[in-house]
């Protein structure tokens, strides 16, 4: 499972529009250069991005876009959804037609992460990221969900013997 090119390009230059907020609509060609994604890719993202109302365009001298609501209320799992991107851990697609035209033996797994991924991206808003991006040292600022690492099992000694 990972993401496109298209979703992680979708985020960065959403969140590179939040980033410089306030600033007055922001030029395509700024956010192309600093983020070094090409200007013509951005164009289409944008016209998927401007539809689903995520950012709206300021047209003639000066224009560019701005985000279309707060900060605060534009979720990460928005954005990729809005250029058509699907987290999806599943190898059918999630159909469950993946092994003789029905789920596999691990297909609700995948499935179950599939719903984790989105549950936890629309859990993140681009304030969330502007502020951990402005206050990195200072985690407890944000609002992003910090799951608890998974323990890696100990080592267990052998238990059999070479004289056995």
């Known amino acids: 499972m990972r993401l496109t090119t298209k979703g992680r390009y979708a985020v960065t230059a959403v969140l590179d529009l939040a980033i410089h907020h306030g600033q007055g609509p922001i030029a395509l060609a700024d956010i192309a250069r600093r983020q070094g994604i090409s200007l013509s890719y951005l164009e289409q993202l944008f016209a998927k991005l401007r539809r689903q109302r995520l950012v709206c365009s300021v047209r003639g001298p000066g224009g560019g876009y701005n985000l279309a609501r707060e900060m605060g209320e534009i979720k990460v799992a928005e954005i990729i959804a809005a ?16 092994y003789n035209e029905g789920p596999c033996l691990t297909h609700d797994l995948w499935m179950d992460l599939s719903h984790r991924i989105y549950e936890y991206l629309n859990q993140i808003s681009l304030r969330d990221l502007v502020e951990r991006r402005c206050h990195p040292a200072d985690s407890d600022q944000t609002h992003i969900p910090q799951e608890p690492m998974m323990e890696r099992p100990q080592a267990q000694p052998n238990q059999f013997s070479a004289n056995a």
Request: one cysteine or more; aromatic letters at 0%; charged letters at 30%.
């Open 83 to 98: 250029v058509d991107e699907h987290v999806d851990a599943t190898k059918c697609g999630g159909a469950g037609d993946c």
